[in-house]
């Protein structure tokens, strides 16, 4: 047997897991790569067998329905096709492949594909390219016939699995339904990236940055995963797993001793009230805290609901959607976001043209302005809903004042509209404006004239600040909240927030960081608002600071000159509140505990 052996990556979302690994297509351009022990070599070549008479079946089937309705000559193609597929030398290279490479039988087929376009895609001509596809046509056919089969196959088992890609993606945390998924691990994906955004807020735990890792998989193999160190241990051994299992037990009881903490308002020892808040993307987000541990909705991300349908949801079906959520609330704020598609956040049905750079391209309020219907009916049903509970809206990519304006204009006549209709709305709901472009924050005292509140959005600030893609894993190394620039801007919103009696929250990822949290309070913001997973934690420290010491760590943080020195001033506040704790003999949060290191 192969001896137990720990990678190291990078923590994303917290939580351990043991289980047995299923390695899923990361994206549809890239096509997973594991290794296949001895024993189960011809398995894998039987794997192929079967996907090529599947295909060579199709093919078989489309050639009669094409010469029954257009002619022979027409359907002449897919006998071509087959007569690729059937051709002993590609198969044999295949074949070959499996056995020699020990890999799955799909990276066998890619690698038959590449060699193709080696061979003849560079070759001058359109008619050679063309050739060299046709070539891949029936393979490609093969290679979709065995991705398919290993999703059924794992959906059909009913195992719960730890997911393994090559990428991080919304896709690949979504893959199975929640309670399949015991973790997920890739080898490459941000922090801050939307899949990441995901696998937080379902409390999924989550490694990346795992280098060469699916190369070291098989399908099946038992690994353990650890979202608190960012580990990944493969084969563990029964030792290993008495550990890992302690540690669970551990971790489950320091839970049950937060979830104390969390019942009791989030208010420091000296009576300062910080607002807790937090960010949901669906309804079964419910099914993860505890409605009565919080002071609200900070975020409802809505595109992730538009996301999980064939067609953009109706202004009832987005209304009654929007007021289960207002009255699962019982009363507490909830801010909802208009939508925020674009970027790596697509609809299925409504695609947005390839760009150059996505993230600076046509996204948000961009694209909600310019087709207003899609905004208007989201504001109707989110205005009809808001007279069941308390809703604040809160527009996303805000760059200008002009934007703001636009907005507002909008919102008044729809709400008029609404009134003359017969509809009796309530209060008048606030409209904030969520700060993160650059150009939001320079021109921030302007905005704050026209918005209600707002709320940072870090994981968008601190990509446009520091010019780095939060979807890119190239450059997720640069991605840093803790740099002095994105500290400096934290400093000077809560401060013009302050200076203008406007509400002022924070509801980017950093937050979910109970020391940053801390700092944030400290530099005079209201509130935060952090995925579920995150508010025990921050709950307990709050509970556990005063108001000057949030206050000093603020300070500290703000004169700092390197991300360095701010991660210093950071960790000793974790230090400071863990020897409280050990002081007074309780437990300390996770991630405060020796063996832990912090999340962020
Ligand atoms: C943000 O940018 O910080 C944010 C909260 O929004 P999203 O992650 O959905 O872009
Ligand atoms: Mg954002």
Redesign the pocket.
């Known amino acids: 047997m192969n001896p137990s052996r720990i990678i190291k990556g990078i923590p994303v979302s917290r939580g351990l897991a043991l289980g047995p690994v299923h390695v899923v297509r990361a994206t549809p351009k890239v096509v997973p790569t594991w290794s296949v022990p001895g024993p189960e070599v011809e398995r894998e070549i039987d794997r192929l067998q079967d996907a090529i008479e599947v295909v060579s079946d199709e093919l078989r089937r489309r050639h009669g329905i094409v010469s029954a309705q257009s002619g022979r000559k027409d359907a002449d193609i897919f006998s071509v096709h087959r007569l690729y597929l059937e051709d002993p030398v590609n198969r044999k290279r295949v074949v070959s492949t499996i056995r020699d490479t020990r890999v799955n039988a799909e990276a066998a087929v890619q690698e038959l594909i590449e060699h193709f376009r080696r061979t003849y895609g560079s070759l001058g001509g359109e008619n050679l390219r063309d050739f060299a596809a046709d070539f891949s046509d029936p393979w490609r056919m093969v290679l979709d016939v065995l991705l398919k089969r290993e999703r059924e196959q794992v959906v059909a088992k009913g195992d719960a699995v730890i997911l393994a890609a090559g990428e991080l993606t919304p896709q690949v945390v979504t893959a199975l339904e929640r309670d399949r998924i015991l973790a997920v691990i890739t080898e490459t994906g941000g922090r801050f990236s939307h899949g990441a955004v995901l696998a937080r807020s379902l409390g999924v735990p989550c490694v990346v940055g795992l280098p060469n890792l699916l190369s070291r998989l098989e399908q099946g193999l038992r690994v353990a995963v650890d979202g608190e160190r960012g580990t990944v241990q493969l084969r563990p051994q029964p030792g290993d797993v008495d550990q890992f299992l302690e540690r669970l037990e551990r971790r489950r009881t320091r839970e049950r001793k937060l979830s104390i903490h969390a019942t009791l308002p989030s208010v420091t020892p000296d009576g300062h009230a910080f607002g807790l808040m937090v960010n949901l993307e669906a309804l079964q987000d419910f099914d993860t805290f505890d409605v009565e541990h919080t002071d609200g909705v900070g975020l409802l991300r809505t595109e992730f609901m538009y996301q999980e349908r064939q067609e953009f949801p109706s202004e009832e079906e987005q209304y009654r959607l929007y007021r289960r959520v207002i009255e699962r609330m019982h009363g507490r704020p909830v801010t909802l976001r208009t939508l ?1 598609i674009g970027n790596d956040k697509q609809l299925s049905y409504f695609k947005t043209p390839e760009e150059t750079n996505p993230a600076l391209g046509w996204r948000g309020l961009r694209i909600t302005l310019e087709w207003q219907d899609l905004l208007r009916v989201q504001l109707r049903a989110a205005l009809r809903a808001g007279a069941h509970g308390r809703l604040s809206l809160l527009l ?2 805000v760059t200008s004042v002009e934007e703001v304006r636009a907005v507002r204009h909008i919102y008044g006549e729809v709400r008029a509209q609404l009134v003359e209709q017969g509809y009796d709305l309530g209060e008048v709901t606030p409209l904030g404006v ?1 700060v ?1 472009v650059p150009s939001a924050l320079l021109v921030l005292p302007r905005i704050l004239e026209e918005a209600d509140f707002i709320s940072v ?1 870090t ?2 600030l601190v990509q446009y600040l520091l010019a780095v893609d939060r979807d890119n894993p190239k450059v997720a190394g640069l991605y840093d909240p803790q740099h002095p620039a994105v500290i400096w801007a934290l400093g000077h919103v809560a401060e013009l927030a302050r200076g203008a009696r406007k509400p002022s929250s924070v509801c980017g990822e950093m937050a979910g960081d109970y020391a940053t949290a801390l700092m944030l309070m400290g530099m005079g913001f209201d509130s935060v608002s952090v995925v579920p997973q995150m508010l025990p934690e921050v709950k307990y420290a709050v509970r556990e600071t005063v108001l000057g010491e949030a206050q000093g760590i603020a300070r500290s943080v703000l004169e700092q000159h390197t991300s360095a020195g701010v991660g210093r001033v950071l960790a000793q506040a974790r230090d400071r509140l863990h020897r409280r704790q050990l002081a007074t003999g309780a437990e300390p949060p996770p991630g405060l505990e020796s063996e832990g290191k912090e999340t962020f």
């Open positions: 925020d996303p990519m969520m993160e959005g994981n968008d």
